[in-house]
Each structure stands twice: as C-alpha cells, then as structure tokens.
Nanobody, 119 residues
C-alpha cells in the first residue's frame, strides 16, 4: 500500500518561509516522479512543482520562490517555500505519480497540509 505522510504546514506571515515534507512508503521511491499540488478555497487543485531524476518543473506562480527536492535515502520529498504571499494560502498535497509525453500524471495522494500566509 502506497502511503504519503505530509508535515510542515502552518501559519506564517507574508515574506516568511516554510518547508513541507512528505514521507513515502509502499513503493520504490527513487524511481517515481513526485509532485506537490495545492488547492485554495473555491478553486481547483493545481500542480505546483514536480521532480523526477534530475528534472524539476514549477508553476509560473512559484518560480524563484519554491524549491522541490528529494532525499532518496529517506524516501522523502520536500517543498521549500520562501517569500510566501497571501495568495499561496492553500491546502498542499504531496503526490506520487508518473510522467508521460503530456506531462505529470498523479497517482497517489497525501492527506494534505494547510498553509496559511497572513498579510
């Protein structure tokens, strides 16, 4: 059974930083693509960042501020979020997926962790 356990969410002031962590079990972590999504109130869930091998991709809204990374020895993926803005407020979801010719395809989800950025 694939399980993703997230941590690191919370309340932070505008301009601050948070680091989200996602511990993965039940799959061969090192060969899987990983991604972070977020869903703000009243909006659709949106892809934030992905990592696979040496490749990373980011949504335009977070480029230069967020960094996705992974530690294969710990089966953990991270999302470092700097220069946070109120519009970053959302529930953030870790995902284990795959990449095909059309892009990232989600498969397994974490429970979500709330990130709230105050003005």
């Amino acid at each position: 059974q694939v399980q993703l356990v997230e941590s690191g969410g919370g309340l932070v002031q505008s301009g601050g930083s948070l680091r989200l962590s996602c511990a993965v079990s039940g799959t061969i972590f090192s060969i899987r693509a990983m991604g972070w999504y977020r869903q703000a109130p009243g909006k659709q869930r949106a892809l934030v960042a992905t990592i696979f091998g040496g490749r990373t991709n980011y949504a335009d809204s977070v480029k230069g501020r967020f960094t996705i990374s992974r530690d294969n020895a710990k089966n953990t993926v991270y999302l470092q979020m700097d220069s946070l803005k109120p519009e970053d407020t959302a529930v953030y979801y870790c995902n284990s997926g795959r990449i095909d010719a059309l892009g990232y395809r989600p498969q397994y989800w974490g429970q979500g962790t709330q990130v709230t950025v105050s003005s």
